[in-house]
Structures are given as structure tokens and as C-alpha cells.
């Protein structure tokens, strides 16, 4: 059995779950306060929010920053490591507009085209296909 997890697995542990991913995507456009979530985030209970902001506080995607003493209040919002989520959502959500019947795919904003995302190897300087990608063998 293998001593370390799969990068895929460290990721799932991490945000693999339905309500983590879409916080994250709320909190992508800037921080937020818990009412703001709340209301973003449909059908999220106030103590899954409160659960889930925690994990992700741990766990270093996202970043609770006081606005208020007193009462404590908390605003929201991605760490670095959260916005590198991003490209992983915007490809997820790709997936998922082309088993949808709506047309809300991933758009270059300069002509509306719909976006590609593809492996590149900076050291060869070229596209890499599925075959020569080695740690999609290890998933």
C-alpha cells in the first residue's frame, strides 16, 4: 500500500466536498461576510457554512479577517492557495456545462468564445495530451 496519498486525494481531503467548492467559487470575485455566503451559497445552513469556513480556515484555502470587535465579526476571503482553485473550479464547471442543457461554459471575456483548458509544458514548450500527462496514470 502506498505511504502518501495521491495528490488527488490530498485535494479531495482538502475541498471534496459540495459545499467547500462553492464557497470557494463565492469568494473568488472578493471576500465575503457569513451573511453574504449565506445568501450565496443556496441551501446552506448557517452551521454547515460556519463548519465548512473553519475546514477551509484550517486547512489554508481561506482567510477569516475581523471587521468587527464586538460583536467578533469575520470577512472572508480566498488565500493564494484558494485562488489557485480557481482554474480547477472554472474546468469543473466546464464539465459540468456540457452535461447540462444550459449554455454557461467557461468564456474568453475579449470574444466570448468558449475557453479550452489544455496541459503545457513550459520546458518543451508544448501541449500535452492525456498519454504523456504521468500523473493522470496515478489518480
Known sequence: MNAHPSPLAVAVEQVGDRWSLLLVHALLDGPRRFGELESLVEGISPNILSQRLRHLEVTGIVLGVPY??????????????GRELG??????????????ATDEAVRHTVCGTPAEARWWCPTCERLVNDDEASDLHHL
Open 68 to 81: 468587527s470587535r464586538r460583536p467578533p465579526r469575520l470577512a472572508y476571503e480566498l488565500t493564494a492557495a
Open 87 to 100: 482554474s480547477a473550479l472554472r474546468m469543473l464547471s466546464q464539465w459540468g456545462a456540457d452535461r447540462s
